[in-house]
């Protein structure tokens, strides 16, 4: 093993309960961190293209003093006596510079327009997070750029083995920072190449489902399973929608639903609709994030999965029963990704490495 860079010590975290929490939520937490949580960062490691631009520099400088040189022999009516010994030749390399437009120091592309940064890698015993930054180089615009939408990671170790990502979680306040979830390893993490083996591209549509007739009433205990009509919905790049039965209860509701397709996954956003002599009851996707994603500019990409459940709660706790023979409407809010060729990589070398031990 060779030496890392400096860790925080295991058992000493930052002081964060969020720690505890599953892939997604701890990922979203990793981004949502605040800068004093942790030790500051160290700098970075010297960029390869420093050392060539002195080598450079160096070169052009033995060239321009040659010239001087002969210039000032050329004028003193003087040819200069022909060189008869060995001539050394010196064969320099230089690391290779990325065609196209620039990115900001540090930067490495990774897709049309766009290029990415490891900035931290966080060490847990059950996960690990890579969190990236994201910038858009100088031939494009940001507000037309879709920038990185996912796709399927894997980290290469000198050994030849590989760790394939889990998923990628994108901040709910800051658009241009993601978060890479992998699961445990024991390999050293400053030893690895982060590389994107495909993308993704993102769609959104919007779907309508309802139950035919009217139901009675809300259960007082237990659920009431409904189907809803239509229960399927095409998507764009091949994939179906299908939906489950809609559990329904007192205090919200279930919807189950798959998506169909090569490589195709996707998130479904529910909004339910209760119609009835009482009045409307409105349920809406039971979201942690909520208060974050309707107070920003922008909404992050949802994490995307072959099938879920949505966990539907009232919108206003104070109107729970529309009354007897109520009317259900679904409307979904659908997002789905199509799978597209990639190839970039990001060294991991010089990224901080924070290790977060067993007791948190």
């Known amino acids: ?38 030790e500051p960062r ?159 591209e993102l769609h959104t549509a919007l779907f309508t489902a309802t139950v035919a007739g009217t139901v009675a009433a809300l259960p007082a205990e237990g659920t009431l399973e409904l189907v809803l009509q239509p229960a399927s919905f095409p998507l764009d790049g091949g994939g179906t929608l299908r939906l489950g039965p809609f559990a329904l209860s007192a205090g919200g509701g279930t919807l189950d639903w798959t998506v169909d397709g090569e490589g195709i996954t996707g998130h479904v956003n529910p909004g339910v609709a209760l119609e009835g002599p009482n009045g409307m009851v409105m349920l809406v996707l039971d979201d942690p994030f909520f208060d974050d994603r309707n107070r920003v500019l922008s909404n992050p990409p949802p994490v995307l999965a072959a099938a879920g459940r949505a966990t539907l709660i009232p919108l206003d706790v104070t109107r729970l029963d529309p009354g007897a023979d109520f009317t259900v409407t679904v409307t979904l809010e659908v997002t789905w990704a199509t799978p597209l060729a990639a190839d970039a990589a990001l060294p991991l070398e010089g990224a901080p490495i924070v290790e977060v031990g067993a007791s948190g």
Not at 138 to 153: I, K, L, N, R, V
């Open 1 to 38: 093993m060779t030496d890392r860079p400096p860790v925080a010590e295991p058992g000493n975290p930052p002081g964060n309960p969020w720690d505890i929490a599953g892939a997604h939520e701890s990922a979203l937490r990793e981004l949502l961190r605040s800068p004093l949580d942790e």
């Open 42 to 200: 160290r700098a970075r490691a010297p960029r390869p293209g420093r050392r060539a631009t002195v080598l450079i520099f160096l070169a052009a400088a033995a060239v321009g003093a040659g010239l001087t040189v002969a210039g000032a022999a050329l004028a003193g009516g003087k040819a200069a006596p022909p060189f008869s010994g060995p001539i050394d030749v010196v064969v320099t390399t230089s690391a290779p510079v990325a065609s196209g437009p620039a990115l900001p120091a540090g930067y490495c592309p990774v897709g049309e327009g766009f290029g990415a940064r490891v900035e931290r890698v966080l060490v847990r015993p059950d996960i690990v997070l890579v969190s990236l930054t994201l910038a858009v180089d100088e031939a494009h615009d940001p507000a037309a750029t879709a920038g990185h939408e996912g796709g399927q990671w894997v980290l290469e170790f000198p050994d030849g083995s590989s760790v394939r990502s889990s998923a990628v979680v994108f901040d709910p306040v800051a658009r241009a920072a993601a978060t890479i979830v992998f699961p445990a390893f024991d390999q050293d993490p400053t030893l690895a190449t982060l590389r994107l083996l495909s993308a993704q």
